[in-house]
């Protein structure tokens, strides 16, 4: 049983890379030869696997099951098996990983163990099925960690779209001096139609006011 030891490191916080993990249809879309049939219980999934390894091109179809997940390791563990229908191959799978704290943002330890039956597995002692795996997760990282700067950089956008226009602060000294001006046009005002009501009692009264 071929065991295959693969890491990697991501320029993202370990946090947000362990959720991006959990969401198994988004990383099955990083892995160039995977694609997800369905979702057949909370842990469990159907799939097809197309890979090469030498002359030899298998087509599987199959299923895989998360059987333990520590959110507080970050630490995950995932059987699974599938069948080539047309060349008859079989494999097999017992994959772990398990996500680190680097200075540059999160390091992933892969460890898989595989088993194959068939026309694969005489591929399987030659050391290609390494050369594959070191190929799968070159591409598996670039489209990991592209995915993970699209999400940083929508949840940016959003915080900035729902934050809309800050609302405008007045300054206290500013606050004190708008309320000065507005009691001195009331006191203005107060003259004004006292002035003006004084006036018109004289001219009523047929009096004239004194200079």
Known sequence: MPEIVQNFEVNQPSKNVWEFLQN?????????????IAQEGDNKYRGKVSIR?????????????????????????????????????RASATVTYQIHDSDNGAIVDIVANLKLTGALAQMGRTGIVQDVADQLTKEFTKNLNNKLISAADNLDNKDIELGGEKPEIIKDSDSKTSISQNKNM????TKLSLKIFLRLLLRLLGLKKKT
């Open 53 to 89: 390894l030498g002359p030899i091109v298998g087509s599987f179809e199959g299923e895989a099951t998360i059987v333990e997940s520590d959110n507080k390791k970050r630490f995950a563990k995932i059987e699974g098996q599938g069948l080539d229908r047309q060349g008859g191959s």
């Open 186 to 189: 009331e006191l203005s005002a």
């Open 24 to 36: 198994v249809p988004e990383v099955v879309n990083c892995i160039p030869g995977f694609s997800l």
